[in-house]
């Protein structure tokens, strides 16, 4: 759960518009249109996160956000896909923009988080540093010093 919901390096917290990847899979497997390289990359992203897991230092030593996924990002985008092509599809208007809404949320929230990562040393050296993310890994959990605010 750590990889993904920590406030201080889950995937869902920095990147929430990626909780529509998953709406993704599951909308391909309704529509009977589940392929074998979409089963592929399901277990490459599964694997993956098993091995990411069962890391001892789950805080990824001093990085922002979520660095053991990194290199999921493609995989994770091309399910969003799936559900962006999807939206024009729903036939209830209020539940279209209620998506339409919160995907537009959580993509802005997503950049906002990883635009302050790139722009702000703060996020990075004072966040990692102050105390020592290595000697105080309790800080991986805590809500009140969330990284991507420093």
């Known amino acids: 759960a ?5 406030p201080s390096r889950g995937l869902l917290i920095f990147s929430p518009v990626l909780i529509f ?3 993704g899979v599951f909308m391909l497997i309704r529509d009977k249109k589940f392929t074998f390289l979409d ?12 091995v990411i897991s069962s890391i001892t ?12 996924f990194t290199d999921m990002m493609p995989f994770f985008i091309y399910f969003l ?4 092509q999807y939206l024009p599809e729903i036939k209830t208007s209020a539940l279209k923009y209620s998506f339409g809404f919160l995907l537009l ?4 929230a997503s950049f906002f988080i990883h635009y302050k990562g790139a ?11 102050e105390p020592d993310i290595t000697e105080h890994p309790e800080k991986y959990w805590d809500w009140n010093d969330l990284q991507f605010l420093r």
Do not use: Q
């Not at 089963?39 to 098993?50: R, T």
């Not at 230092?57 to 053991?68: D, I, N």
């Open 21 to 23: 990847s998953v709406a």
């Open 2 to 6: 750590a990889n993904l919901v920590s």
């Open 105 to 108: 949320l959580t993509t802005s």
């Open 81 to 84: 896909i799936f559900f962006i």
């Open 57 to 68: 230092t789950p805080y990824a030593g001093w990085s922002f956000g979520p660095r053991y």
């Open 119 to 129: 722009t702000h040393p703060d996020t990075f050296f004072k966040w990692n540093g």
């Open 39 to 50: 089963g592929a990359i399901v277990f490459i992203i599964l694997s993956h996160y098993y």
